[in-house]
């Protein structure tokens, strides 16, 4: 079969079309003949060597990208009870989604090829009013938003919450699933971007181009900080009592730098902070499912790819950081 492979670090020109040998499915595994991936910024991370410590300190011990996937079941493994071949399932590339030591971006890999091989406890059916595009958009970002908002966070229902980055990946579940659960809530973007975040159900929107939403005088319950532009203190001042910051990123920093790693553990050691460490779930899958069948919640897709020829030019428009909502390609 054809997928994508890179065998050294470095910008998108190291990932290549190649014939690799087809998966085979045993025990919980699910072969998925692939219809569409989406672009994670993990996919980015693994390829130009940003988190090497976790992928091979001098080469890729896996060779392979792509987390998100949706796509017909072609074969099953002998434990897998949930699903059989021609069901149209999505969900990420996850070899065990028993295995709770890792987070949801480190993962197995492999949706960029023409088959790929998944976990049954990864995947759920596939909302029949959603393309296979819009499927494959959802699992790692929309398991972020909602286990930062829920797991994490412990939203209510007539919570103020404010998402800092509403027009992301993440956000763009987050801003919707937050106003599913009942909460009042404010997201912020820039000032091209404020129909789309009131689009998606956003009660108000602040543009940080033209306003500091730290200094506006109010008050949340939850803050859901992807941006990580503010202090954890000035954070601190426009949170409730017994309000909570959700620390998810910082824009336009690696995981490794020292402003992450320094936030993140910021984050820990606060009483109102968490970091979100989001991991596969297919009971969170199922609901947003549910949410997507009844149109609650809607994928957010920026650019759409065409074959597995574009998806270095798919990688190259995440990694550049153009990118709002979500990158896929059609497989």
Request: glycine share 10%; aromatic share 8%; net charge positive.
């Amino acid at each position: 079969m054809k997928a994508i492979v890179y065998e050294r670090y470095g910008s998108p020109d190291v990932l290549n079309i190649a014939e690799v040998e087809k998966p085979v499915a045993t025990g919980h595994q699910v072969l998925i003949k692939v219809r569409a991936a989406a672009v994670n910024p993990a996919d980015c991370g693994c390829m130009d060597g940003t988190v090497r410590f976790m992928t091979g300190l001098f080469k890729p011990k896996f060779n392979r990208l792509g987390l998100d996937v949706a796509g017909e079941v072609l074969a099953v493994g002998d434990k897998v009870t949930q699903f059989k071949p021609g069901d149209e399932v999505f969900g990420a590339c996850v070899i065990n989604a028993y295995d709770q030591r890792r987070t949801v971006w480190r993962y197995n890999f492999g949706s960029f090829a023409e088959y790929a091989l998944s976990h049954e406890g990864a995947l759920a059916l596939k909302p029949k009013n959603l393309s296979f595009e819009q499927a494959a958009s959802v699992a790692c970002t929309a398991w972020t938003a909602i286990q930062g908002l829920r797991t994490f966070g412990k939203i209510q229902p007539g919570q103020k919450v404010l998402i800092s980055s509403a027009t992301g990946g993440v956000g763009t579940f987050a801003v919707q699933i937050a106003k599913a659960l009942g909460a009042e809530v404010t997201g912020v973007c820039s000032t091209k971007n404020i129909e789309l975040v009131r689009s998606l159900g956003a009660d108000n929107v602040v543009d940080y181009t033209k306003e500091d939403y730290t200094k506006q005088g109010r008050r949340y319950d939850l803050i859901f900080d992807s941006i990580g532009e503010h202090s954890m203190l000035a954070l601190g001042r426009i949170l409730n009592p017994s309000g909570k910051i959700v620390f998810v990123g910082i824009r336009d920093v690696k995981p490794t730098s020292p402003a992450f790693l320094g936030r993140f553990l910021l984050a820990k050691a606060l009483p109102n902070a968490v970091s979100n460490g989001s991991r596969p779930n297919q009971k969170d899958l199922i609901f947003l499912s549910n949410l997507l069948s009844t149109g609650k919640i809607k994928p957010v897709i920026q650019k759409q790819f065409n074959g597995l020829a574009e998806v270095p030019q798919a990688v190259q428009h995440v990694k550049e950081g153009r990118a709002w909502g979500k990158v896929v390609v059609t497989v």
